[in-house]
């Protein structure tokens, strides 16, 4: 499994998505870091990523570096030929995700973290970049968004689709931010190597020093803090960028006693050394160092937009402002200053927050199982280190399954003449099973999605029916190439018009499928048992199954789960099947 990550520069592959590369290693596969080089690639490259470097990938707008990026990764692409493409940021979101699917790279995945349009943008620019994403992720096959506003908008104006839109949600290191594995003595010796007293009170931030993230009013509203206050800024300065802060910006900023530290690595330790967060953003996806803070039990000050506000519940945990307001920056910093006991209850609550909403781990689980899910989906089940031990799950099927379901059926059940008329039938099929009243579909899912499944039936004949009704013209374009037989025609008319062959029960367990790599861990008979007891709970009794009377593996799998030959048919003519039946009465 071969999976490759694209980002702008090196420095958003360290601290935005090194975990989730991490993992594709520690499943056995192969990551790659796709970007413009820079400090970080030696770093990526000692903890297993390697890396590829992205001629003229910059983040500013330069159409003609642009557009040799973009020939330079398709280059890099037919090369490598990864099985997973995952973009991330906003130019490379776009041109990426466009380049991957042209390229042939067989599954291409987006990442939103956070759309670069704000409803306060000029109607141009939001139409522009509206447009850009919405063409994009028709060349995707997942689309993964950070923030609940944004997929509530993307998803009801259909910017993108969707059944193939995730809400990703953003997360942290919780061990790693943790004020207590902090001690007071590092705490102490930040703030005195910055000359502040134990009895000042740290506001801090942390940020690139561009004005998009509020620098200016930041800085503005610093002159009106409560005495004792102090305000510290990690994070590097952008001189590349258009809305940078200049020099003199920066040195008046030092001039009026603001402590700059540059860019940290040990920004862990920083938050510890602070006892107010301030997050002045004009536009935030799903802001990374306010869950940070949160994690280390900061009470937060954010404006009040799009991702703040699901870091910050205003009066629990931290106060919202609005955004470009020096003076309301600058109270609501005052009102946590002037009230120990205040920041103390926040600091309590902020933890619980982090705790329950920003635990990375949910994040890469949910990353990985897009990636691995659409993989299955496409046939390209891969092989992962440790698959035997992995917890299995049984539940009931969703809509969101059908994809994987029609692939673990072309894949694993040789036999049968729903096989022949293609996976696009076979979704089309399930989904209908899955909304069914009288169907049971039930799968068994790893960490990462279906691995098996069982599909039965209360009356199949009732069923078939309802399908060709409700479903049939669209099956039928799905299976239109198969259906140009003649004989295809024949046996689709035998098969809508079956009604369940043995009339002893009509209840019937029409198809049950377990990936090869799950095969001998008993998924099937699992999956039978399990099927079998919940008809049995409805009251239903004999349930039969209808195998080839050629197919002798699948009737010993059967008999050990109880099924006893009862019966021989013909569903098509010409081909004998064996009605077997379990009845637990």
Known sequence: MRVAHLTTIDLSLRYLILPQMEEVTALGGDSVGISAPGPYVPELERRGIRHIALDDSTRSFDLKKDLKSAFHLWRILKRERPDVLHTHT???????????????????VNTIHGLYATRDDPLLK?????????????????????????????TARRITRPDKTVLLGNGVDLARFDRTRIPDERRNELRKSLGIGPDDLVVGSVGRLVAEKGFPELFEAASSLNAGCVLVVVGPVEPDKEDGLSGAQIASAEASGI????????????????????????REGFPRAAMEAAAMGLPVVATDIRGCREVVDPGYNGLLVPVQSPADLAAAINTLASSSDLRAKMSVAARIKAIQS????????????????????????????????????????????AAVIARLHSDS????????LGIGFLKQLYLAMIEYPGSKIIVASDP???????????????????????????????????????SSWRKAWETATYDGGHQGTSAELLSMAVSPLYRGRGLGSSLTDRLLTGFREDGIAAVKVVVGAENKSAQRVYESSGFTEKDTIEVHRGEKSIVMVSDRT
Do not use: C
Not at 413 to 420: M, Q
């Open 413 to 420: 059940i040789t036999s049968g003449f729903l096989k022949t």
């Open 259 to 282: 402590r700059l530290t540059g860019m940290q690595d040990n920004v862990d330790e920083w938050y510890a050394a602070m006892d107010i967060f301030v997050l002045a953003s004009h």
């Open 90 to 108: 906003p130019k490379p979101g776009i041109y990426g995700r466009i380049i991957g699917r042209l390229a042939g790279v067989p599954v291409v």
């Open 358 to 401: 920003f635990d990375e781990r949910a994040i890469v689980n949910t990353v990985m199982s897009a990636q691995i899910s659409v993989l299955r989906e496409k046939g390209r089940s891969p092989e992962l280190d440790g698959a035997a031990s992995f917890p299995i799950d049984y539940r009931p099927a969703t809509k969101t399954d």
């Open 448 to 486: 990462y999605g279906p691995v098996g499944f069982v599909a039965g039936m209360d009356d199949v004949g009732a069923f078939y029916k309802t399908f060709v009704k409700r479903h049939g013209p669209r099956a039928g374009v799905s299976a239109a190439r198969a259906l140009l037989k003649p």
């Open 126 to 154: 939001r139409a522009f970049v509206y447009a850009l994403e919405t063409i994009a992720s028709r060349f995707s096959d997942r689309e993964l968004v950070q923030s609940a506003e944004d997929f509530k908008f993307v």
